[in-house]
C-alpha cells in the first residue's frame, strides 16, 4: 500500500464502512489494440496469469485492510475481461467474495469483446453471479469496425447479445459510438434502431475522443481521414434523443439511455460522488477525503512496483465536482442542497457565481430551473463541454 494511503488508513476504514462501496477491477489484456484506444491495455499474453494472481492479492489486501466492507456494485472493466480464462474467472469472483460483504450487491457488470465470447463462457460468468455485461459494439459497419481496429463484426455483436440473453444475462448494455471517420447520420441512427430491436436493456453513446495519442489520430493528422463536424456530430445526438426514447430507451445521463429501471448503477455512483475502490493497473479510487490512481506501468503494477498517485481535494474541488458531475444526469441537481453545503464550507459566494451563470444560460434554454432543482436542456446536453468547463 502507498504509505501516504497507509497513514490515512483509519480514515479510509471509517468511510468504507460508512455505506456499501463500488468495486471496480481493471483486466488489461487486449487481442488487438483500437486505432483509438489510449487506455491501459496490453496484447502481452504472458502477463496474464501473474497479472492476474495480482489482482487476487490485492483484492484480498484491500478486503482485510478495511475490515471486508459491504459493496453493492462490482464492474470488472479493461481491457477485455471476457479474454479470461473460465479458472481466472471463477478464482477472481471467489477471492471478491471472501474479502469482500457482497451481501447487499445489486449489480456485477463485466465488459465484453463481441469478438471473443461464446455461450460457455457466457453461461460460466453468468453462473457465478456476473449478472449484466456490456458489450463494445462500437458501430454495425464493418468498414467502421475495421477502421476503428475492432475484431468483431457486426453480425458477431449482434450474435453476442443475442448469447448473453441466452445465458441468461438479465441487463445487456451496447456501446455505440459517434464522430467514426466516414459514418453519417442515418447510419447511426439505423444501428442505434437495430440494438434497440435486440430488447438490449441500457445503450450508451460515445463520442470518439482522440486527444491523446493514437493511430486513427495519426491517420486525421497526416490527411487521410477527416473527422464528421460539431455540427455533424451535433445533429447526431440530436437525432439520438428523439430516436432512442421511441425505442424504449429513455436517457438518464448525457451519454447514456436505459429502459426504466436498468441505469446503470455502478456508473452512477461515479456521478454522485459515491465512494469506489478501483483495483488493477491504472484504476482509481475515491474513499473518504482521498482520492488516488494505481500505476499504469502494467509489469511494474504486476510486480507490486509503480508509482500510486494520492491525492486530496481542498473544499473548493469537492464542490465543483457536485455539480459538475451532477449535471451530467438527466435529473439534475437539488441547488438547495449545494447552497448549504457551499455555506457549511464558507463558499457561498463561489456557489452564487455558479447560479448567476445558470440563470443567465437559462434564458437561453441551455439550462432548465424547477424550483431549487436544475437541470441542462436539450441543448444544453449538446453543449455540456462547454457548459461544465465552469466547474473545471
Avoid at 86 to 104: N, S
Avoid at 228 to 246: I, K, R
Avoid at 352 to 371: C, F, M, Q, S, Y
Wanted: hydrophobic residues 40%.
Amino acid at each position: 500500500m502507498n504509505p501516504e494511503l497507509d497513514r490515512r488508513l483509519p480514515e479510509l476504514q471509517r468511510a468504507a464502512q460508512a455505506e456499501p462501496l463500488g468495486l471496480y477491477l481493471h483486466v488489461p489484456f487486449c487481442l488487438d489494440r483500437c486505432t483509438y484506444c489510449s487506455f491501459t491495455t496490453t496484447r502481452d499474453q504472458a502477463l496474464q496469469p501473474a497479472t492476474i494472481r495480482r489482482l487476487i492479492a490485492e483484492v484480498t489486501a484491500w478486503g482485510s485492510a478495511l475490515g471486508r466492507p459491504a459493496v453493492d456494485t462490482l464492474y470488472l472493466g479493461g481491457g477485455t475481461p471476457s479474454l479470461l480464462a473460465p479458472e481466472e474467472l471463477e478464482a477472481l469472483t471467489v477471492a471478491l467474495r471472501q474479502a469482500f460483504d457482497l451481501g447487499p450487491l445489486v449489480e456485477a457488470t463485466l465488459e465484453a469483446n463481441p469478438g471473443t465470447v461464446d455461450l460457455a463462457w457466457l453461461s460460466q460468468a453468468r453462473g457465478l453471479g456476473w449478472d449484466r455485461i456490456s458489450l463494445g459494439v462500437q458501430a454495425l459497419d464493418d468498414t467502421l469496425l475495421a477502421r476503428l481496429g475492432r475484431i468483431h463484426g457486426s453480425a458477431q455483436a449482434l450474435e453476442a447479445l443475442d448469447l448473453a440473453e441466452r445465458a441468461g444475462f438479465q441487463r445487456r448494455s451496447a456501446d455505440l459510438m459517434v464522430g467514426i471517420p466516414g459514418q453519417s447520420l442515418s447510419k447511426v441512427v439505423a444501428d442505434a434502431r437495430t440494438l434497440a430491436a435486440t430488447g438490449l436493456e441500457h445503450l450508451s453513446i460515445y463520442l470518439l475522443d482522440l486527444d491523446k495519442a493514437c493511430p486513427l489520430r495519426g491517420e486525421i493528422d497526416a490527411g487521410r481521414l477527416a473527422l464528421p463536424s460539431e455540427d455533424e456530430v451535433a445533429d447526431v445526438f440530436e437525432a439520438l434523443q428523439a430516436e432512442l426514447p421511441a425505442q424504449g430507451l429513455q436517457p438518464y445521463e448525457i451519454s447514456n439511455y436505459a429502459r426504466p429501471g436498468a441505469e446503470s448503477i455502478h456508473n452512477t455512483r461515479y456521478w454522485e460522488r459515491r465512494p469506489y475502490l478501483g483495483l488493477g493497473p491504472s484504476a482509481a479510487s475515491q474513499l473518504g477525503p482521498l482520492r488516488w490512481i494505481e500505476s499504469g506501468v502494467i509489469p511494474a503494477w504486476t510486480e507490486g512496483r509503480g508509482d500510486t498517485e494520492v491525492q486530496e481535494l481542498d473544499p473548493a474541488e469537492l464542490l465543483s465536482e457536485i455539480p459538475l458531475l451532477g449535471l451530467r444526469m438527466h435529473r439534475g441537481i437539488d441547488w438547495g442542497a449545494l447552497r448549504r453545503e457551499a455555506d457549511r464550507r464558507n463558499l457561498r459566494p463561489l456557489c452564487d457565481a455558479w447560479e448567476a451563470h445558470l440563470r443567465n444560460l437559462a434564458k437561453e434554454d441551455l439550462v432548465i430551473w424547477e424550483g431549487d432543482q436544475v437541470r441542462l436542456g436539450a441543448r444544453g446536453m449538446l453543449m455540456s463541454n462547454g457548459i461544465l468547463q465552469m466547474f473545471v
